[in-house]
Protein backbone atom coordinates (compact mmCIF):
# COMPACT_ATOMS: atom_id res chain seq x y z
CA UNK A 1 0.00 0.00 0.00
CA UNK A 2 2.00 3.11 -0.86
CA UNK A 3 1.32 6.26 1.68
CA UNK A 4 -0.18 9.17 -0.33
CA UNK A 5 2.23 11.65 1.88
CA UNK A 6 5.45 10.41 1.70
CA UNK A 7 5.40 7.48 -0.55
CA UNK A 8 6.41 4.99 1.39
CA UNK A 9 5.47 1.04 0.15
CA UNK A 10 3.80 -0.36 3.25
CA UNK A 11 2.41 -3.45 3.71
CA UNK A 12 -1.23 -4.00 3.24
CA UNK A 13 -2.21 -4.77 6.72
CA UNK A 14 -1.37 -1.21 7.60
CA UNK A 15 -3.56 1.18 9.01
CA UNK A 16 -1.35 3.72 9.10
CA UNK A 17 2.19 5.40 7.46
CA UNK A 18 5.07 3.87 9.82
CA UNK A 19 7.40 6.92 8.19
CA UNK A 20 5.29 9.84 8.24
CA UNK A 21 1.91 8.90 10.25
CA UNK A 22 -0.06 9.15 7.68
CA UNK A 23 -3.48 6.68 7.18
CA UNK A 24 -2.95 4.68 4.54
CA UNK A 25 -5.94 3.79 2.07
CA UNK A 26 -8.35 1.23 2.93
CA UNK A 27 -8.52 -1.98 -0.08
CA UNK A 28 -12.11 -3.34 -0.44
CA UNK A 29 -12.95 -6.38 0.84
CA UNK A 30 -14.73 -6.83 -2.57
CA UNK A 31 -13.11 -5.80 -5.29
CA UNK A 32 -9.90 -4.80 -4.00
CA UNK A 33 -9.85 -1.38 -5.02
CA UNK A 34 -7.85 1.49 -2.94
CA UNK A 35 -10.38 3.67 -1.28
CA UNK A 36 -9.36 6.87 0.28
CA UNK A 37 -9.03 6.67 4.12
CA UNK A 38 -12.30 8.54 5.29
CA UNK A 39 -14.26 6.51 2.68
CA UNK A 40 -17.38 4.58 4.28
CA UNK A 41 -17.90 2.46 0.42
CA UNK A 42 -16.30 1.17 -2.32
CA UNK A 43 -16.46 4.00 -5.14
CA UNK A 44 -15.97 1.36 -7.61
CA UNK A 45 -18.67 -1.64 -6.24
CA UNK A 46 -20.28 -0.16 -3.00
CA UNK A 47 -19.56 -2.65 -0.91
CA UNK A 48 -19.02 -1.53 2.98
CA UNK A 49 -15.45 -0.48 3.85
CA UNK A 50 -15.86 -1.52 7.43
CA UNK A 51 -13.66 -4.93 7.10
CA UNK A 52 -11.35 -3.26 5.27
CA UNK A 53 -9.21 -2.94 8.51
CA UNK A 54 -9.48 -4.36 11.54
CA UNK A 55 -10.11 -2.85 14.28
CA UNK A 56 -8.10 -0.53 16.07
CA UNK A 57 -7.18 -1.94 19.73
CA UNK A 58 -8.60 0.62 22.77
CA UNK A 59 -6.91 0.82 25.48
CA UNK A 60 -7.91 2.57 29.27
CA UNK A 61 -6.62 6.33 29.31
CA UNK A 62 -3.74 6.63 31.71
CA UNK A 63 -4.36 9.91 33.06
CA UNK A 64 -4.63 13.18 31.73
CA UNK A 65 -1.35 12.71 29.82
CA UNK A 66 -2.16 9.68 28.40
CA UNK A 67 -1.43 9.78 24.62
CA UNK A 68 -2.73 8.33 20.88
CA UNK A 69 -1.61 4.65 20.30
CA UNK A 70 -2.20 5.70 16.74
CA UNK A 71 1.67 5.61 14.74
CA UNK A 72 2.89 9.30 14.05
CA UNK A 73 0.64 10.61 16.32
CA UNK A 74 2.56 12.78 19.08
CA UNK A 75 4.22 15.63 17.69
CA UNK A 76 7.71 16.27 18.43
CA UNK A 77 9.71 19.92 18.91
CA UNK A 78 12.80 19.54 16.69
CA UNK A 79 14.89 21.94 14.10
CA UNK A 80 14.34 21.84 10.57
CA UNK A 81 14.67 24.18 7.14
CA UNK A 82 11.69 25.19 5.67
CA UNK A 83 11.61 26.23 2.04
CA UNK A 84 9.03 28.47 0.48
CA UNK A 85 8.87 28.79 -3.21
CA UNK A 86 6.54 30.82 -5.07
CA UNK A 87 5.88 31.98 -8.83
CA UNK A 88 6.04 35.41 -9.70
CA UNK A 89 3.55 37.10 -11.48
CA UNK A 90 1.14 33.78 -11.44
CA UNK A 91 -1.84 36.07 -10.71
CA UNK A 92 -1.27 38.46 -13.86
CA UNK A 93 -0.32 34.72 -15.51
CA UNK A 94 -3.29 33.22 -15.13
CA UNK A 95 -5.67 36.33 -16.25
CA UNK A 96 -4.14 36.74 -19.57
CA UNK A 97 -4.36 32.91 -20.19
CA UNK A 98 -6.36 30.03 -21.05
CA UNK A 99 -7.25 27.69 -18.00
CA UNK A 100 -6.27 24.35 -19.27
CA UNK A 101 -2.94 26.20 -20.30
CA UNK A 102 -2.80 27.48 -16.68
CA UNK A 103 -3.08 23.99 -14.79
CA UNK A 104 -0.74 22.27 -17.49
CA UNK A 105 2.05 24.74 -16.21
CA UNK A 106 1.18 23.85 -12.96
CA UNK A 107 1.54 20.31 -13.42
CA UNK A 108 5.23 20.99 -14.44
CA UNK A 109 5.85 22.86 -12.16
CA UNK A 110 5.15 21.15 -9.20
CA UNK A 111 6.52 17.76 -10.91
CA UNK A 112 9.59 20.00 -11.14
CA UNK A 113 9.89 20.97 -7.91
CA UNK A 114 8.70 18.09 -6.18
CA UNK A 115 11.72 15.95 -8.31
CA UNK A 116 14.20 18.16 -6.59
CA UNK A 117 12.83 18.25 -3.12
CA UNK A 118 12.64 14.62 -2.94
CA UNK A 119 16.59 14.43 -4.74
CA UNK A 120 17.81 16.52 -1.24
CA UNK A 121 15.45 14.06 0.73
CA UNK A 122 13.07 17.07 1.66
CA UNK A 123 9.49 16.56 2.83
CA UNK A 124 6.97 18.32 0.60
CA UNK A 125 4.22 19.70 3.51
CA UNK A 126 1.95 21.54 0.65
CA UNK A 127 1.20 22.98 -2.57
CA UNK A 128 -0.78 26.09 -2.79
CA UNK A 129 -2.11 27.72 -5.64
CA UNK A 130 1.23 28.31 -7.65
CA UNK A 131 3.37 27.72 -4.20
CA UNK A 132 5.37 24.72 -2.26
CA UNK A 133 6.43 24.32 1.02
CA UNK A 134 8.98 22.13 1.70
CA UNK A 135 10.51 20.82 4.85
CA UNK A 136 13.88 19.36 5.51
CA UNK A 137 14.35 17.67 8.73
CA UNK A 138 11.17 16.69 9.43
CA UNK A 139 9.55 13.66 9.42
CA UNK A 140 13.20 12.47 8.15
CA UNK A 141 16.43 14.66 10.19
CA UNK A 142 19.79 14.63 8.51
CA UNK A 143 22.84 16.70 9.81
CA UNK A 144 23.12 18.55 6.77
CA UNK A 145 19.30 19.60 6.50
CA UNK A 146 20.39 23.53 5.67
CA UNK A 147 22.83 23.07 3.34
CA UNK A 148 20.20 20.01 1.20
CA UNK A 149 17.30 22.83 1.25
CA UNK A 150 19.98 25.37 -0.11
CA UNK A 151 20.93 22.66 -3.25
CA UNK A 152 17.54 21.99 -3.66
CA UNK A 153 16.63 25.49 -3.64
CA UNK A 154 19.28 26.34 -6.41
CA UNK A 155 18.45 23.29 -8.56
CA UNK A 156 14.78 24.71 -8.89
CA UNK A 157 16.01 27.64 -10.20
CA UNK A 158 17.62 25.71 -12.98
CA UNK A 159 14.82 23.76 -14.05
CA UNK A 160 12.80 27.02 -13.76
CA UNK A 161 15.01 28.60 -16.67
CA UNK A 162 14.32 25.45 -18.79
CA UNK A 163 10.23 25.22 -18.01
CA UNK A 164 10.17 28.99 -18.68
CA UNK A 165 11.78 28.78 -21.66
CA UNK A 166 9.29 26.01 -22.72
CA UNK A 167 6.23 27.85 -21.58
CA UNK A 168 7.61 31.02 -22.70
CA UNK A 169 5.71 30.86 -26.58
CA UNK A 170 2.52 30.27 -24.47
CA UNK A 171 2.47 32.94 -22.15
CA UNK A 172 4.34 35.22 -24.18
CA UNK A 173 7.52 36.13 -21.34
CA UNK A 174 9.13 34.77 -18.82
CA UNK A 175 8.12 32.83 -16.02
CA UNK A 176 10.28 32.65 -12.50
CA UNK A 177 10.44 31.47 -9.09
CA UNK A 178 11.17 33.36 -6.36
CA UNK A 179 12.61 31.54 -3.07
CA UNK A 180 12.51 31.50 0.86
CA UNK A 181 14.39 29.52 3.32
CA UNK A 182 14.43 30.07 7.10
CA UNK A 183 16.17 27.37 9.66
CA UNK A 184 14.26 27.34 13.51
CA UNK A 185 12.40 25.50 15.99
CA UNK A 186 9.18 23.50 14.83
CA UNK A 187 6.44 21.36 16.44
CA UNK A 188 6.06 18.27 13.88
CA UNK A 189 3.66 15.81 13.70
CA UNK A 190 0.31 15.20 12.20
CA UNK A 191 -2.64 17.18 12.53
CA UNK A 192 -5.83 15.61 13.73
CA UNK A 193 -4.68 12.59 13.91
CA UNK A 194 -7.95 11.06 14.76
CA UNK A 195 -8.89 11.73 11.52
CA UNK A 196 -5.61 10.40 9.77
CA UNK A 197 -4.72 13.61 8.95
CA UNK A 198 -1.60 14.99 7.13
CA UNK A 199 1.82 15.57 8.49
CA UNK A 200 2.98 19.31 8.97
CA UNK A 201 5.01 21.69 10.99
CA UNK A 202 4.11 24.93 12.36
CA UNK A 203 5.94 27.52 14.20
CA UNK A 204 7.50 31.00 13.63
CA UNK A 205 9.67 29.53 11.54
CA UNK A 206 7.31 28.56 8.68
CA UNK A 207 5.84 32.00 9.10
CA UNK A 208 9.35 33.84 8.38
CA UNK A 209 10.33 31.32 5.29
CA UNK A 210 6.89 32.91 4.00
CA UNK A 211 8.08 36.51 4.80
CA UNK A 212 11.64 35.80 3.11
CA UNK A 213 9.94 34.23 -0.02
CA UNK A 214 7.65 36.82 -0.28
CA UNK A 215 9.95 39.40 -0.04
CA UNK A 216 12.50 37.57 -2.71
CA UNK A 217 12.97 38.93 -6.28
CA UNK A 218 12.16 36.83 -9.13
CA UNK A 219 15.06 34.56 -9.66
CA UNK A 220 16.41 34.70 -6.26
CA UNK A 221 17.30 32.73 -2.49
CA UNK A 222 16.95 35.07 0.22
CA UNK A 223 17.37 32.82 3.79
CA UNK A 224 17.79 34.18 7.15
CA UNK A 225 21.07 34.75 9.13
CA UNK A 226 20.57 31.11 10.86
CA UNK A 227 20.20 29.69 7.67
CA UNK A 228 23.14 31.55 6.56
CA UNK A 229 25.62 30.92 9.67
CA UNK A 230 24.68 27.23 9.41
CA UNK A 231 26.01 27.16 5.88
CA UNK A 232 28.52 29.79 4.90
CA UNK A 233 31.43 27.32 4.84
CA UNK A 234 29.51 25.73 1.53
CA UNK A 235 27.42 28.73 -0.21
CA UNK A 236 28.25 32.21 -1.10
CA UNK A 237 26.48 34.69 -0.09
CA UNK A 238 25.46 38.63 -0.43
CA UNK A 239 24.20 40.54 2.62
CA UNK A 240 21.47 42.32 2.17
CA UNK A 241 21.38 43.98 5.31
CA UNK A 242 18.08 44.18 7.56
CA UNK A 243 14.80 43.96 6.26
CA UNK A 244 11.27 44.51 7.65
CA UNK A 245 8.82 42.04 7.47
CA UNK A 246 4.69 41.83 8.44
CA UNK A 247 3.92 40.36 11.25
CA UNK A 248 7.80 40.48 13.01
CA UNK A 249 8.36 42.61 15.71
CA UNK A 250 11.97 43.18 15.05
CA UNK A 251 13.89 43.37 11.09
CA UNK A 252 15.22 40.09 9.98
CA UNK A 253 18.80 39.84 8.97
CA UNK A 254 19.15 38.11 5.23
CA UNK A 255 20.66 37.33 2.73
CA UNK A 256 20.93 36.21 -0.67
CA UNK A 257 22.08 32.99 -1.78
CA UNK A 258 25.23 33.39 -5.23
CA UNK A 259 25.56 29.93 -5.46
CA UNK A 260 27.94 26.94 -4.28
CA UNK A 261 31.70 27.78 -3.18
CA UNK A 262 34.03 27.01 -5.82
CA UNK A 263 35.93 25.51 -2.73
CA UNK A 264 34.14 24.81 0.20
CA UNK A 265 35.10 24.86 3.80
CA UNK A 266 35.05 21.83 6.62
CA UNK A 267 31.27 22.33 7.91
CA UNK A 268 32.74 20.66 11.92
CA UNK A 269 35.90 20.07 13.34
CA UNK A 270 38.39 21.71 14.26
CA UNK A 271 38.93 23.06 10.59
CA UNK A 272 35.11 24.64 10.52
CA UNK A 273 36.88 27.50 13.54
CA UNK A 274 39.67 28.24 11.61
CA UNK A 275 41.71 25.90 14.02
CA UNK A 276 44.37 23.36 13.21
CA UNK A 277 45.50 20.25 15.55
Not at 15 to 37: D, I, N
Not at 162 to 179: D, K, M, N, Y
Request: net charge negative; hydrophobic share 45%; aromatic share 8%.
Amino acid sequence: MTCSGCGFEAPPDFAFCPKCGRKLPAVCPSCSFACAPDFAFCPRCGSALTAARPAEPVSAPRGPAAKSAAPGAEADRRPVTVLFADLSGFTALSERSDPEDVRAFQNDLFQAMSAEISRFDGFVEKFVGDAVMAVFGAPVAHEDDPERALRAALAMLDRMETLSQRWEPCFGGPVALHIGVNTGPVVAGSLDTAAGGAYAVTGDTVNTAARLQASAKPGTVLVSEATQRLTQAIFAFEPLGQLSVKGKAEPLEVYRVLGVLEAPRATRGLAALGLRS
